[in-house]
């Protein structure tokens, strides 16, 4: 069988080419199916997440729905993995179910049996914006019903533009050595944290958390005259009602792709808790209904393999400088570059994870900023610095990292940058470091009593590492505080009832 | 092993050698809980409370793998210890509370024909609403102060409320194991074996069900496969390749 090759939406030669135009026609086709029946748009789109009310007031769903069996409903929806080392490998059979259902209606429709899902890099110059066909409620020819607008979908300023701002996404997550990370305050890893079916998880891996949480917001948004009610693509139980969701995710399948091949260091889980998926252990099996009719079962051992599934990317080139280390080690310790080796490869992240400060009070997010400082406590500060101190010849300097803990609220749309800085650093004055964004992708769902995470909300890990760096080369790390400071990129109203409940420093090393 | 599950270790491997020592207390020493009446005397009131909290230790402590696991991580290296003690102490408290009506209860349903309504209200307790919200509550990881009588408070608070939610959803079932006086080694590891399956399953929407352990059931049914073999891989990923 012929590979199917997916391509840059926006490479494609015009803004309806025929991937595009196909799609839309495989997509009206699927929204015309009953909710009931397996390969509808909305019947996989409960796949990923269901909410009945949220549905209803946007449409699509109401009472003269049948809904399908409960055996179906139990095997199939609500299945996304978030929070957890199956968000890759799940997203991806998702993936590829979905673009064979697609395919099967448009080669129903006499279309070409080669297509292939687009995807959208928001990371190359000039591609930041919503592809024009998906913003546009006509097709082509000036008709209205183009299947791929959703009037839900109001953008970084709640206004209905959709352009990704540059600046605030980043592809730092491909310089993660590890695919599997630790809730504990470590690093999330790459793709995520070791635990069983996750529907909700508590911690999202890198990749996870950004770009894809955050590009979710960004493009969702929400209601502008309530800021409850998200975008589609703001809310895990909506996003995959927008036709733009699986573009976003055909993105960032790449990127997984994209860590794997740099450096070829990097490699995914071998442990069978991963490879043969949660069912092998009694939890849920991933399952997918294919046009055929018959069930997909799978786990993730059966689609890390890209070339085995038949289909590739136009393009997996690095955007990032692969070795940190050595960057790291050479400004540590610039007077003994030449003793650096060139070569030091990327280890795997140290195996204790330990709390270095935490404040004491819970922090409000409300209106355009929140600030909050966080003590350090000396002793484990100073185990960091003497890591630090040692890492030239140790090659394995403690890695830094800021946790928002218990991260609670009521609007999915809510996203903000998170500075750290220090009032007191000695004689380069204070200063001030984005340690990265937080989207809050998933939070109504943990903040609801009954939910996955009782009540008690998500917690998102930010690497400081760089700016721990900066400061120990300066004085020692002898900060007795840090600030941290956040800035939601739109105001944040009372009724989102946002609030974190702890910020904390941990180190991670030997 | 991933890092993860290093950590998971840790934790698990303490609280099973002290789970097993309170399960061979109760086996040399059955008479602690088991007849009120005992060689002609009664069981005195305190040392039903000692076969109580050692029912507890072998009983309950497996199932405090996660909230001794936040515990752990979010407190200070230092301090662990004494972090996880103090969750221990606030969540046997809301125990021996529940203990005080339990045992005696139980001891008496198990001389008389009270039995069968203990076991109708025990099974209409586990499908109600209630006890799943408490189930589900049970899963809550709340943030913990850092350092000073704030994070003794925290963790205490932590284990009192841990406690209240976990007599919640498993009163009955503890009630039940306390209601075979002539089986009761094993009437609790029948309980013990249900507890550890319920905890396999996560947090649910309340409404009225029998939560049937459905994942234990699959778990088992996946041994095999598990111990194994590794399946086929992409067997079932070409089927939709045709």
Excluded at chain 1, 159 to 173: K, N, W
Excluded at chain 1, 476 to 486: E, M, N, P, Q, Y
Excluded at chain 2, 105 to 132: F, Y
Excluded at chain 2, 142 to 170: I, K, Y
Aim: charged residues 20%.
């Amino acid at each position: 069988m012929a590979t199917k090759h997916r391509r840059n939406v926006w490479e494609l030669g015009n803004d309806w080419a025929d991937d595009i135009l196909w799609y839309a026609r495989g997509v009206k086709a699927m929204k015309a199916h009953p909710l009931k029946q397996r390969t509808s748009w909305r019947f996989y789109a409960a796949m990923h997440g269901f909410f009945d009310q949220l549905w209803e007031l946007y449409g699509y769903f109401s009472a003269s729905d049948t809904r399908p069996p409960n055996a179906d409903i139990a095997r199939f929806w609500d299945q996304c993995q978030h929070g957890s080392w199956y968000f890759l490998p799940w997203h991806r059979g998702y993936l590829l179910a979905f673009e064979a259902s697609v395919r099967a209606e448009v080669v129903a429709l006499n279309g070409p049996p080669e297509w292939a899902l687009p995807y959208w890099n928001y990371f190359k110059p000039n591609q930041a914006a919503l592809p024009p066909a998906f913003a546009s409620p006509d097709w082509p020819d000036g008709t209205g019903d183009n299947p791929l607008f959703v009037p839900q979908r109001y953008g970084p300023d709640n206004d209905g533009t959709v352009v990704i701002p540059v600046d605030q996404i980043s592809l730092r997550a491909l310089s993660e050595p590890d695919f599997a990370g630790v809730s504990s305050g470590g690093s999330p890893g790459f793709g995520g944290v070791d635990t069983g079916f996750e529907h909700g998880g508590r911690v999202h891996g890198r990749v996870e958390s950004q770009p894809h949480d955050w590009v979710h917001v960004l493009i969702g948004g929400s209601d502008p005259t309530d800021s409850r009610l998200p975008g589609l693509m703001s809310d895990p139980d909506t996003a995959a009602l927008d036709p733009i969701f699986w573009l976003h995710h055909a993105n960032i399948d790449r990127l997984w792709e994209v860590w794997r091949q740099h450096p070829p260091t990097h490699v995914d889980p071998t442990q069978a808790k991963w490879t043969k998926g949660p069912g092998a252990s009694g939890g849920r099996v991933f399952s997918m209904p294919m046009p055929d009719g018959t069930r997909w079962d799978y786990t993730p051992a059966d689609v890390a393999k890209l070339a085995t599934l038949g289909y590739d990317y136009d393009d997996l080139a690095a955007p990032v400088a692969p070795n940190q280390l050595t960057e790291r080690l050479t400004r540590l310790a610039p007077d003994r570059v030449a003793a650096i080796a060139a070569g030091v490869q990327p280890m795997a992240s140290g195996k204790n994870v330990e709390l270095v400060g935490a404040n004491q009070q819970a922090v409000r997010i409300v209106g355009s900023e929140a600030r909050t400082a966080v003590p350090l406590d000396k002793e484990v500060r100073s185990k960091v610095a003497a890591s630090l101190t040692a890492a030239p010849d140790t090659a394995d300097p403690d890695r830094v990292f800021l946790n928002l803990e218990n991260v609670r609220g009521l609007a999915d749309a809510t996203a903000f940058q998170v500075y750290v800085g220090v009032r007191n650093a000695g004689a380069g004055g204070p200063r001030e470091l984005l340690a990265g964004s937080v989207a809050l992708f998933g939070v109504r769902k943990a903040t609801s009593p009954d939910g996955p995470q009782a009540g008690e909300g998500l917690t998102y890990v930010l690497e400081i590492t760089d700016l721990v760096d900066d400061l120990h080369l300066q004085d020692g790390f002898d900060a007795d505080a840090l600030d941290v400071r956040i800035v939601p990129i739109r105001p944040v109203p009372e009724e989102a009832e946002i609030s974190i409940g702890r910020i904390s420093v941990f180190r991670q090393g030997q | 092993m991933t890092t993860a599950a290093r950590e998971r270790l840790r934790v698990r491997l303490p609280v099973i050698v002290v789970s097993a020592g309170a399960w061979a207390v109760l086996a040399s020493a059955p008479e602690m809980l088991s007849p009120h009446v005992h060689g002609g005397v009664l069981v005195p009131v305190a040392a039903r409370g000692v076969g109580w909290a050692a029912m507890l230790a072998a009983m309950m402590l497996p199932l405090l793998m996660a909230p001794l696991r936040h515990v752990r991580d979010r407190s200070f290296a230092r301090r662990r210890p004494r972090a996880a003690a103090l969750f221990l102490l606030g969540y046997a408290s809301p125990w021996m509370l529940a203990g005080s009506i339990l045992v005696p209860s139980g001891l008496a349903a198990g001389e008389s024909v009270v039995a069968l309504w203990v076991v109708v209200s025990a099974v209409a307790w586990q499908s109600s609403p209630a006890r799943q919200h408490c189930f589900n509550r049970g899963h809550a990881h709340p943030p913990l102060a850092p350092a000073g009588a704030g994070a003794d408070l925290a963790v205490l608070r932590f284990g009192v409320a841990h406690g209240a939610w976990c007599v919640g959803s498993c009163w009955a079932v503890m009630l039940m194991a306390l209601c075979w006086p002539g089986a009761h080694l094993a009437a609790m590891a029948g309980a013990f074996i249900w507890l550890l399956a319920e905890r396999m399953e996560g947090p649910e929407r309340p409404r009225w069900r029998f939560p049937f352990p459905l994942r234990a059931v699959r778990a088992i049914a996946a041994a095999p496969e598990w111990l194994g073999r590794r399946p086929a891989p992409l067997a079932a990923a070409e089927t939709f390749q045709v």
